[in-house]
Each structure stands twice: as structure tokens, then as C-alpha cells.
């Protein structure tokens, strides 16, 4: 099965170094020097991990065969996929693969059907899920500990606990009465 695991950012420096966005959990495990890994476009790679180091918070791979600013220019924006072992799973019980997540049944903690995971969205703050709804409508639900209360890979199915107005735009307001007099 393939992951992608980073996506190349701008180039750094003049001797080939790139900055990456990171997309994994183990990126010690699947971005290490050695690594060789696939592309998107597949016309880039594969490409093999020559050096990494972090960098004013920022981590700095070094691809064999890219020499200069040019060539580590031309990987701007392409991902970086790691073949995995499906039945690999992260080190960490709380943490899960992609493709582990995908098609789960979303329910809130009451057992309201909400739909079902089409995709998780990595963005820079948190992961979110984008969640179909049986009216075939999306619901973006972010996917963190006080939201998403459980994954269950057996009954396939994440349980949330979701903040007034994230489901329906009828979001309930409590005004107390101190704020009414204040």
C-alpha cells in the first residue's frame, strides 16, 4: 500500500536541499536517510534520501542525484509516497493511517448516523475529515481528541462528540442571564 509521507516545498540553499511538509507520524521511520521513496508525478522519482536534518524548525531533505537550487527547485509540490505493509500499524495506539480511517461511519456519541469518511484533509494546524452525508452534503469534522471521541477499527466506525453548529448550522446559543443584565 502506498502513503504519501511528505510533499516537497521550495528549494534551500544552492546545494540541492528541499524543505519538506511532513505527512506522518514516523517521519524518523519513513523519511531517514536511505529512504527511498515514490513520486507524484511518478516523472520525479523515485527519489532516495541522501541526508535530513531539521532546521529552524523545518526539516531539510537532500535527494541523491540533486546537486543544485534548479534541480531541488523542479520537486517543488511533489508528494513523496512510502510503500507500506497494510497490516503495518503506527507504533502509537492513538494514531492511525489514512487509509484506516477511510470509509469509517461517522456517529455522534448518541448513535446519530452522521455519514461516512471520504477523505482526511492535512492541513498545517490539524487533520480534518471530510465526512459524506447520507444526502451526499460534506461535513468537515477536525479530527482531534475533544471531537472525535473514538475509533473503532473493528466495528468500523468514529465516534464524535461535536460542538454545537459543526453538524447543523443550527448552532444552540446559551446566553446566561448575567449576560443579558451585564
Do not use: C, W
Not at 531539510?60 to 497490516?87: C, H, S, Y
Not at 448516523?113 to 498545517?124: A, K
Not at 465516534?159 to 446559551?174: K, Q, S, T, W, Y
Amino acid at each position: 500500500m502506498q502513503l504519501v509521507v511528505a510533499r516537497v516545498g521550495r528549494a534551500h540553499g544552492i546545494k540541492g536541499e528541499v524543505t519538506v511538509e511532513v505527512r506522518t507520524d514516523e517521519p524518523e521511520l519513513r523519511l531517514g536517510p536511505g529512504a527511498v521513496l515514490l513520486t507524484d508525478p511518478a516523472s520525479a522519482g523515485p527519489l532516495t534520501i541522501e541526508t535530513g536534518h531539521v532546521h529552524s524548525g523545518r526539516l531539510l531533505l537532500r535527494f541523491e542525484g540533486v546537486r543544485d537550487r534548479n534541480a531541488a527547485e523542479a520537486l517543488r509540490n511533489t508528494l513523496l509516497i512510502a510503500e507500506v505493509d497494510p497490516e503495518d500499524k503506527p507504533e502509537d495506539p492513538d494514531e492511525y493511517y489514512d487509509h484506516q480511517l477511510m470509509d469509517l461511519d461517522v456517529v455522534t456519541v448518541d448513535g446519530t448516523e452522521i455519514g461516512r469518511i471520504t477523505e482526511i484533509s492535512h492541513l498545517p494546524s490539524q487533520d480534518l475529515f471530510v465526512v459524506e452525508r447520507p444526502d451526499g452534503t460534506e461535513v468537515l469534522i477536525p479530527f482531534v481528541e475533544e471531537i472525535v471521541t473514538e475509533i473503532d477499527l473493528e466495528e468500523q466506525r468514529a465516534v464524535i462528540d461535536p460542538p454545537p453548529g459543526l453538524i447543523d448550522e443550527h448552532a444552540e446559543i446559551v446566553v446566561s442571564s448575567e449576560d443579558e443584565n451585564g
